[in-house]
Every structure is written in C-alpha cells, then in structure tokens.
C-alpha cells in the first residue's frame, strides 16, 4: 500500500515542518493542556495538515487520554518523584481549542482519565478488546474524521485498534498511529501487506504514509514514527500535501 505517491507526500510533508521552525498554535496548546505531543514534533505536522479543517465541525477519537498513574501501562508518570508537566486529557483539551466546533471523544483504559465537559467526552475501554472498540463506536452511533492512536503503543494491540476502528472513519478521515518504535518499522510493513491480501478492496480505499520524525527533536528518539492512513472519498477531493 506505500506506493510513490506517499512517498512524494511524506518527502513534502517533511520539508514543510522543517521551513516551519516556529511554534504553531498546536505546539503551544500541546503545551498549555500538558500534551507531549509538542515534544515529539507532532504537533507542527498537525498543525499543517489540519489548519485548513480548523473551522470544520468534525468528530475527533482520541485512544490514549493521559494517565498519570504510576506503573500503569503508557503512563506519562514515569518518575514519580518528579512528576511531569503533563495532565489526563491534556491532548483532547489540545484538539477541543485548536477545532473550535468539533466534538472530541477519548478511550482509555485508566480510571484518572476519565471526565467530560463541554465538547469533550470519554470512555472507558481497552483498546486490545475488539468488542469494546465497537461497544463505544456504536454507542455514539457516528464515524470519526480523524482517530489517534496514543495508547499503549505495542504492536499488536495498536494493529487490532487499527483494523476494528477503520470501519469507523468516516471517507475523507484520516487515521494516525504515533509512537512507532523504528524497529517495528519491517513488522508494520508485513502487517500492511497482510491486511492487502486478505482485504483487496483497501488498496482503492485508503493511502498510507509511514513519516519518520525521528530527528524531530533532541535527543534522537528512535520512537517518533508515524502511520498515517487516508480513506479517500469519491465526493470530495483527497487531501493533498
Ligand atoms: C502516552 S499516554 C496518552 C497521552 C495523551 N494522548 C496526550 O497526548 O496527552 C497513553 C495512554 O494510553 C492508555 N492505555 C494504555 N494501554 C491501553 C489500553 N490497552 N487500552 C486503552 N488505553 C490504554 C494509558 O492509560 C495512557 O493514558
């Protein structure tokens, strides 16, 4: 499914954040709510990518709100005797500012995460556990614009998420598993190539882009890769970098 075209867009992709080496105004809401997401470089991708759907009403799912429970799995707490800047539901509050009349959704497996206020609602499921995908995805009863995986960043978890979750992306969306460590980079690539043959119909249906942002930040870190998956859209012309 990586076929030259994504290549080109993660070529163009990457030489935009690289001219861009001022803060965007995701990088600093990343910051203000206690994301890591400006830590990592996302944020000036998003920023790029979305800041033409700012003004859209979109539904947006977050997997992964930000637990800061010691020991707990993907905790942002790793040091308990320094705690971090970060806070539960730092990157949902991120989203609900920069879209201004979108709906944000947030799944997590830890109980410090969950809250609701306006425009922000969570919900309590493991993201291993295709049934409690789908529970939450049928409760609110629409398909998302754009899903995060942020959650426990294992393999074959985040391939289970990926494959129950799609079905929920509306066309046009765009689905992005962050955190790839780069040595799961040849696994990815087979899982992909899996998915075309049991599921022919996805090559017509989706682009993938894998962006390496490894450089992205001080020190190197080996875990700053991205997937990305386009489900195009007859009616409307796909996003193009
Ligand atoms: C890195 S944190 C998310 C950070 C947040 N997205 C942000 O940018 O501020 C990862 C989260 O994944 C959650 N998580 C770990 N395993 C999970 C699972 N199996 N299902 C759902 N969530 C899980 C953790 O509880 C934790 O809150």
Known sequence: ???????????????????????????????????????????????????????????ILEIGIGTLIPNAPSTMNLDPNSPPPTK??????????????????????????????????????????????????????????????????LLGPTYITLVTLLDFLQPGGIYIIEDIWQEYREAWLDLLKHLSIAWPEAKDKYSTAWIDLRNMTQPWNESQNLLLFFKHDEKIDPIIF
Not at 29 to 58: A, M, V, W
Request: glycine share 6%.
């Open 1 to 59: 499914m990586l076929d030259e075209l994504v290549k080109e867009s993660q070529r163009l992709i990457e030489s935009s954040i690289n001219q861009k080496s001022e803060e965007t105004i995701l990088c600093s809401l990343s910051k203000l709510h206690g994301s890591n997401k400006h830590g990592h470089g996302y944020t000036k991708l998003y920023n790029y990518i979305f800041e033409n759907s700012q003004d859209n009403s979109l539904n």
């Open 88 to 153: 539960p539901g730092g990157s949902l509050r991120m989203w609900k500012d920069f879209f201004r009349y979108s709906n944000i959704f947030g799944i997590d497996i830890a109980d410090d995460c969950m809250f609701t206020e306006e425009r922000i609602k969570t919900f309590k499921a493991n993201q291993a556990k295709p049934n409690e995908l789908i529970d939450f995805a049928k409760s609110f009863n629409l398909k998302f614009d754009i899903i995060i995986d942020d959650g426990v960043h």
